[in-house]
């Protein structure tokens, strides 16, 4: 009971704080574009609607940084929604957004037409964990504690036992080919597998979105691709919806609609577009995505 109780207090700190600055260089809008992953979803209810988004934040100086202004966007249930852009755009600022882990400073996000930022700050920490699934470039995974103990953290922070919650866990590392894993700690795992247990973890509550900012950007080629090909199954086996924040145009291919970030806006392009092909941008900041 100790140790259930010693994971879930550590893993609801993090969850409750983002592990990453706020990006702060983006002024974007979206236009609607292409027919969703799932076609059977184009005639279904948006699982998200973002209306009017603007982010803004103060500099200490005359105007505050406007950050977002004007961001319309819908998601829906069980596509793959890709979001590319050159460092600096302000990808992970809409993702924070998206996953309530930042407060815009106006407009709307409808999460199954529900006002996500009418919500106190404990409602939001009760919905992040219910309802989104969270997968990093870095996979934040506890050291301390074994792969199936870290998928099950989620779970453990509602307060389920670990035998209770053990079944699931596992059924996500096999999911994943890490059965054999799932009591390895994460030191004597690979970056690739590392990266997989993230995924496991952030699909534990079996959230209705899963966000996810460069997932594989400490990935070589060799190993990100077969997160590519888990990500694009589990959307199509299990209508697991995603949104991912991307430099990588082998990872924005799986998506079913790509929308560029470029200079302030978000451009919708096709799948096989050459998305990872930015146009240079003087203001660009290489320490930002």
């Given at each position: ?18 592990q990453y ?94 006002d996500l ?102 990935l070589d ?69």
């Open positions: 009971m100790y140790r259930a109780c010693r994971i879930a207090c550590v893993e609801r700190e993090r969850i409750r704080t983002p600055e706020i990006p702060t260089d983006l002024r974007s809008s979206e236009t609607n574009s292409d027919l969703p992953f799932n076609s059977s979803a184009a005639v279904a209810a948006p699982l998200l609607t973002v209306d009017d988004l603007v982010k803004q934040y103060d500099t200490g100086g005359d105007e505050p940084l406007t950050v977002l202004q004007g961001l319309d966007m819908t998601v829906q249930e069980g596509e793959i929604v890709a979001v590319v852009g050159e460092s600096g755009t302000g990808k992970s600022t809409l993702l924070h957004l998206l996953g309530a882990l930042d407060r815009p400073t106006s407009g709307t996000i409808r999460f199954d037409d529900e930022f009418a919500k106190s700050d404990d409602e939001l920490a009760a919905f992040r964990n219910r309802s989104i699934g969270f997968v990093f470039q870095f996979h934040h995974l506890l050291p301390e504690f074994t792969a199936l103990e870290n998928v099950a953290m989620p779970a453990l922070i509602q307060h389920r036992s670990m035998g209770d919650v053990t079944p699931r866990a596992r059924e996500l590392l096999d999911l994943l080919g890490l059965a054999d894993r799932a009591d390895h700690r994460p030191g004597t795992l690979s970056g690739g597998e590392k990266q997989r247990v993230a995924i496991a973890r952030a699909l534990m509550n079996e959230p209705a979105l899963v966000l996810m900012d460069e997932p594989t950007g400490n080629a060799r190993t990100a691709e077969p997160l590519h090909q888990e990500i694009e199954r589990l959307s199509r086996e299990m209508a697991q919806t995603f949104v991912l924040a991307t430099h990588d145009p082998s990872l924005a291919r799986v998506a079913g609609r790509v929308l560029r970030l470029e200079l302030g806006q978000l451009h919708a392009l096709e799948p096989s577009d050459e998305m990872a092909a930015p146009h240079p941008r003087p203001d660009d900041d290489p320490g930002e995505s």
